[in-house]
């Protein structure tokens, strides 16, 4: 193995964060074309905790701590949350660049090293969550994170470090810290991969990088407890229950059987399982062992991750290519081994192309953007006047209805009302209409009545909004729901606290609103008659 200089590989890393970290700020401010609502969802989260409240204690989320912790501590320092984001996650690459560079160093040589702290970094900086839609869109940001994060933990843990670079105790912490970062970034990966990452320890006899890993986890749990309390935990469970709870949200992608043999994965799948049988023939059992036991991890998180972006395929490729075995052995198909690993790594890495592709080009996609087309997302809020959506998508109101409640004649011909069942609430039948676009100017208007004769809600007014997610209270200046779901999953999170609640005439999600209202008609609620405008009814709620 041919060591790489650490000091060589540290300014490496250094060139591509200010690289693609400084093709981001360098906008200055963040341009969105794809997923709106899920940029307001990541805004109102830091906003609340800009305001001091805590993840999970103060309002309701699955997502981690960790997540909205970069951006909120450079939005207190003055920046604005479209600058804080992006400079969130260069402090993320700057915080992870160190245990990038053990990983490489001890473990990894020539060109596969260097491609791993570019895989590494460019996912952390990305501007876009993989595929192949170049939309730039912040959506699922913390996946990329945790997919950087497990990245390190596991290549720590199944590949042994060279004679010469033996850290056991460094090597223990490190992944006891990734693993922990991954427990209180998305659940999802750490369920995923503590048991393989420490299966594989143990199989290499690093019993003290495990106990030490186990130690630092431990450390930094109690760490939290001590910053947040005892209940933030319970607290951290109960949100994450919450989504197995939810109808619409548990899985939010394609079913678990496309993941493995549909059209887009299968070529994949098969990759994954000859990987094993060629690493394990060319004799590298426990190596071989090891990626079997982290297969149902990578199919699992990809399941479970909306848009189903196969992104262990990158770790896969950087992890073939680390193993190659001398020439001369033969594995399936009577192949010589070497060359089997190396076309397994190439098909890996061929399969994962485009969407890697996509992560690393859009930070210059962004730089690149036309400012024209955009305009800010909320600009009543001075803090957010550098978030910028694109005014096409934004301020342009289209709805899907069903057009048989317009045109009765149609009746006959017609089976919409077998696909999509009119939405009650109290005996009341809702429009059947979905939001397709256009929900920056449809909350803006809804903020507004509210406001208005026959609403006339304070400013201090909370609201219950029977919908996947809404930026109500931030364009309207009422006060955030204590308890509330910025994204909703299930239950009736925060509706103690409401003063009324909020039903959309033509909700961004159909069946969230159903499972919503469904739960609501089951709290026990004193509701006042619902006041009327085209586009929601509210219901005031008798404290």
């Not at 933030?232 to 496309?258: I, Q």
């Not at 024209?372 to 957010?384: G, M, N, S, V, W």
Request: aromatic share 10%; charged share 15%; proline share 7%.
């Amino acid at each position: 193995m041919t060591k790489i200089s650490p000091l060589k590989y540290a300014a490496f890393l250094a060139i591509l964060i200010l690289i693609f970290g400084g093709a981001g700020l360098a906008k200055g401010g963040l341009y969105i074309g794809r997923h709106e609502g899920d940029t307001a969802h990541m805004i109102e989260i830091v906003m609340r905790m800009l305001q001091g409240q805590i993840p999970h204690l103060d309002f309701s989320t699955p997502i981690g701590i960790f997540a909205f912790l970069p951006a909120v501590s450079f939005a207190k320092a003055g920046l604005g949350l479209g600058q804080a984001f992006i400079a969130g996650q260069v402090l993320v690459a700057v915080l992870l660049a160190p245990m990038v560079a053990r990983a490489a160093v001890s473990r990894l040589s020539g060109l596969t090293a260097w491609g791993f702290g570019f895989v590494t970094v460019s996912m952390i900086l990305s501007l876009v969550h993989g595929e192949n839609i170049t939309a730039l869109s912040v959506s699922m940001y913390y996946n990329r994170w945790a997919w950087a994060a497990a990245f390190i933990a596991i290549l720590l843990a199944a590949l042994p470090p060279r004679d010469d670079a033996q850290a056991p105790v460094l090597d223990g912490m490190i992944v006891g810290a990734m693993l922990a970062a991954l427990a209180l970034l998305k659940p999802t990966y750490f369920v995923a991969f503590v048991g393989p990452i420490a299966i594989a320890f143990a199989l290499c006899g690093a019993w003290r990088s495990l106990w030490i890993g186990v130690l630092t986890g431990a450390a930094i749990a109690a760490l939290m407890v001590v910053l947040y309390g005892v209940d933030f935990f319970p607290a951290y469970v109960n949100d994450l229950l919450s989504v197995t709870r939810s109808d619409t949200r548990a899985a939010p992608g394609v079913p678990l059987m496309e993941v493995i043999n549909g059209p887009r994965f299968m070529i994949a799948t098969l990759t994954l399982i000859l990987s094993v049988i060629v690493l394990r023939q060319a004799g590298q059992d426990r190596a071989g062992l090891v990626l079997f036991l982290l297969a149902p991890g990578f199919v699992y998180v990809t399941y479970q991750n909306f848009g189903n972006d196969p992104k262990w395929l990158m770790l896969l490729a950087i992890y073939l290519l680390a193993l190659r075995p001398e020439t001369g052995r033969r594995v399936v198909f009577n192949a010589d081994a070497r060359n089997a690993v190396a076309g397994l790594a190439l098909v890996s890495f061929a399969l994962i192309t485009p969407s890697f592709q996509n992560i690393v080009t859009s930070p210059f996609r962004h730089l690149a953007t036309r400012a024209l087309d955009y305009a800010p997302q909320f600009k009543t809020r001075p803090e957010l006047r550098d978030v910028f959506v694109k005014t096409q998508r934004t301020a342009t109101v289209l709805g899907r209805v069903v057009m048989v409640d317009d045109l009765p004649q149609l009746a006959p011909y017609v089976v919409e009302d077998d696909l999509f069942k009119p939405v009650t609430f109290l005996g009341e039948t809702l429009p059947r209409c979905t939001l397709q676009s256009g929900d920056v100017a449809m909350h803006s208007y809804m903020a507004d009545r509210l406001k208005q004769p026959p609403f006339n809600f304070p400013q201090d007014s909370q609201f219950f909004v029977a919908d996947i997610a809404s930026g109500i209270w931030i364009l309207g200046g009422f006060e955030p729901l204590k308890g509330g779901a910025p994204w909703y999953y299930s239950g009736t999170p925060g509706i103690e606290n409401a003063d009324a609640i909020i039903i959309p005439t033509c909700p961004l999600d159909t069946e969230i609103e159903r499972n919503a209202l469904a739960a609501l008609e089951t709290a026990g609620l004193v509701l006042r008659p619902p006041l009327r405008d085209d586009t929601m009814l509210v219901y005031p709620i008798v404290k």
